[in-house]
């Protein structure tokens, strides 16, 4: 396994087999994210009747179907991640109807949701996982990346829109804003270098 990637105090893994458990922790630890999402809700499995969001995401995760960034802090307790992954893994979109009215080029990569464990915000691991995914994604060749994502200077952004990051986040890692598909949402995108 190659050197992991320290960023701050948090060491960043890729989700995988290895890193499973400490995922679900974080998972449990926060009610199943927003409620028992367990963080399908872009996945083609999204929205199945009689579906175990756990066991779909585990089941991706152990046949490489399913990638993220984790953040770790110096216990080795994931306290977050950035999920992304190629348009057929992730091919839910928010504001699906405004941003297929004009749609961007067809990215390589999404990144769909970023989460942090509500007693460590604030504390740079949204950045962290953020960056951390950017380096998995040079690792995997490159290319395109899109998000989208709420713009929130100016204003207050209740928490729940947030679960993808904040455009100002993207904006300082070089993302630009491509197009406006919601009130305060944009797509933003990036073109990644090979590592």
Known sequence: ?????????????????????????????????????????????????????????????????????????????????????????????????????????HPDWRITCVYVDKRHRGQGIARAALEGALDQIAEAGGGLVEAISEVTTGREAPGRFLFSATVELFEQRGFARGRQVGKHAWIVSRVIEPA
Not at 9 to 25: E, K, P, V
Not at 73 to 93: K, N, R, T
Request: proline share 8%.
């Open 1 to 105: 396994m190659p050197p992991q990637p320290e960023t701050g105090s948090f060491t960043i893994r890729a989700l995988d087999s290895s890193t499973w458990d400490g995922f679900a922790d974080l998972v449990e630890r926060n009610n199943g994210i927003f409620g028992g999402c367990w963080c399908i809700g872009y996945h083609p499995e999204c929205g199945q009747k009689g579906i175990s969001h756990r066991a779909v995401k585990e089941d991706r995760v152990r046949t490489g179907r399913a990638h993220a960034a984790l953040v770790l802090d110096e216990d080795g307790a994931v306290q977050g991640w950035c999920q992304y992954g190629s348009p057929e893994e992730l091919p839910g979109i928010k504001h699906k109807r405004e941003y297929g009215k004009d749609a961007p080029p």
